[in-house]
């Protein structure tokens, strides 16, 4: 499976050419999850939630999760892979890797 790093990541993210897509808990997403990140709670990626997540099969799908030793963003993307999307990469990095370059994560705040 491709990688891609975060200098490349970024790039992507300010041209709006990719879909980036945080593979930890709800929890962990609401506590802080990196610029413009769709959260996929679960390990298990069903057809209507690749869907929903990412409706054109040709766009660049991202996955990540908490860092190096974190397997869910390879499972993810290996799910992404199998119902045939074109262009999956994995942030290998991750959340550990935004931070250290001091980089910050987005924060859900509850609404009003």
Same mark, same amino acid.
């Given at each position: 499976?491709? @990688?891609?790093?975060?200098?490349?990541?970024? #790039? !992507?993210?300010?041209?709006? =050419?990719? &879909?980036? *897509?945080?593979?930890?808990?709800?929890?962990?997403?609401?506590?802080?999850?990196?610029?413009?990140?769709?959260?996929?709670?679960?390990? @298990?990626?069903?057809?209507?939630?690749?869907? #929903? !997540?990412?409706?054109?099969? =040709?766009? &660049?799908? *991202?996955?990540?999760?908490?860092?190096?030793?974190?397997?869910?963003s390879?499972?993810?993307?290996?799910?992404?892979?199998?119902?045939?999307?074109d262009?999956?990469?994995?942030?290998?990095?991750?959340?550990?890797?935004?931070?250290?370059?001091?980089?910050t994560?987005?924060?859900?705040?509850?609404?009003a």
């Open positions: 499976m491709e @990688t891609i790093g975060r200098e490349e990541l970024r #790039r !992507l993210l300010e041209q709006d =050419a990719v &879909t980036l *897509v945080e593979a930890l808990p709800a929890v962990q997403y609401e506590a802080g999850h990196l610029p413009q990140a769709l959260n996929l709670p679960g390990t @298990t990626l069903t057809p209507q939630d690749a869907a #929903r !997540l990412v409706p054109d099969r =040709a766009r &660049t799908v *991202v996955t990540y999760c908490s860092g190096p030793g974190c397997s869910r390879r499972v993810v993307a290996g799910a992404f892979v199998r119902l045939g999307y262009d999956v990469r994995v942030y290998s990095g991750g959340k550990a890797d935004w931070l250290e370059a001091g980089l994560l987005m924060v859900n705040t509850p609404a």
